[in-house]
């Protein structure tokens, strides 16, 4: 609402709107926000929007001064997009005077995590700024609109704590295994951000990634360390650590090499193929063996590979 007086200079004290400025811990629920009214003397009227952001908090409530309650009206409309407006009146012709530290307070769900923020703005959107104080209507260098800021906090360390080591798992035969029941416990007062880990074996970092590593990495065989580390949104960390020992003590399957026997071909052939076939073939690092051939015979061409 606009109320419509004249604008002169005066010599009195003008009204001063001030949002609070504070920080809450992430385990709270819920936080009160007071906008405080300052040389509220023989005021006339004012309008404002406010503003906070709604990713943050949900408003619930709002505590309005009784002295000013009669005329107030708060919009709340945009509370859901984290927006009120503010329209009032006085009844009496020569404006209404309360004492400082009157307040309107705001009562929300705190929603946000650690290390968010929020601001709290007066504005001119959707309502505009108006105020009248003494009989004049203000301009923007009399009136006093100071904006506030919540920050939330954690102060709070997470704990996690790694499965009692050390795990024993046996590749049965594979050169590699994935592991189960390797997941950690965290408990965390807020909220987590991520849990990450790191992979050394003989003092070498050999990999890291988040999460848990049961059914998600390939160990080797021999001893690994891993270490979790758990973070939360206020930056606080903890680790733990505990030792995976990969075994093979299947007993290895046989790989056999054969090769043609008592080849025929024909004397009018200018080429021949000659054979070479590798059975139980599996997990094998390398393998060496030679052939040999009456060079009078045969020469030597190209050799391909099939699998």
């Known amino acids: 609402m606009l109320f419509a007086l004249p604008i002169k200079s005066f010599a009195q004290p003008f009204v001063q709107f001030t949002a609070q400025t504070t920080s809450v811990d992430c385990a709270t629920n819920s936080v009160s926000i007071d906008i405080d009214i300052k040389d509220f003397i023989q005021t006339n009227a004012f309008d404002y929007s406010f503003h906070w952001d709604p990713t943050v908090l949900t408003l619930t409530s709002i505590d309005d001064p009784s002295v000013v309650t009669p005329s107030i009206l708060i919009g709340q409309a945009g509370s859901s997009s984290g927006t009120l407006t503010f329209s009032w009146f006085s009844i009496l012709m020569g404006g209404l005077t309360v004492p400082d530290g ?40 009399q009136y006093t609109l100071t904006n506030g800021l919540l920050t939330i906090t954690d102060t709070t360390s997470p704990t996690i704590t790694c499965p009692a080591g050390p795990l024993t798992f046996d590749t049965g035969g594979a050169m590699t295994t994935q592991i189960t029941g390797a997941a950690p416990t965290v408990s965390e007062n807020c909220a987590t951000d991520f849990i990450s880990y790191e992979l050394t074996m003989n003092g070498s970092n050999v990999g890291v990634g988040t999460g848990d590593v049961s059914n998600n990495v390939d160990f080797e065989i021999g001893t690994t ?31 056999t090499i054969s090769m043609d026997n008592n080849l025929q071909v024909s004397c009018e052939d200018n080429t021949v193929s000659f054979n070479i076939y590798a059975d139980a073939f599996n997990n094998i690092r390398s393998a060496q063996f030679a052939i040999s051939w009456p060079v009078a015979a045969l020469q030597y061409i190209l050799s391909l590979i099939h699998i």
């Open 102 to 141: 009157t307040m309107i307070t705001l009562n929300f769900d705190l929603i946000g995590n650690a290390s968010q923020t929020s601001s709290f703005t007066f504005d001119d959107t959707p309502t505009f700024i108006n105020i009248a104080q003494y009989g004049m209507q203000l301009n923007s260098s």
């Open 225 to 255: 360390t891993v270490t979790y580390t758990v973070s939360d949104f206020g930056g606080n960390t903890d680790m733990c650590s505990f030792d995976v020992i990969v075994t093979n003590n299947s007993a290895p399957t046989m790989m």
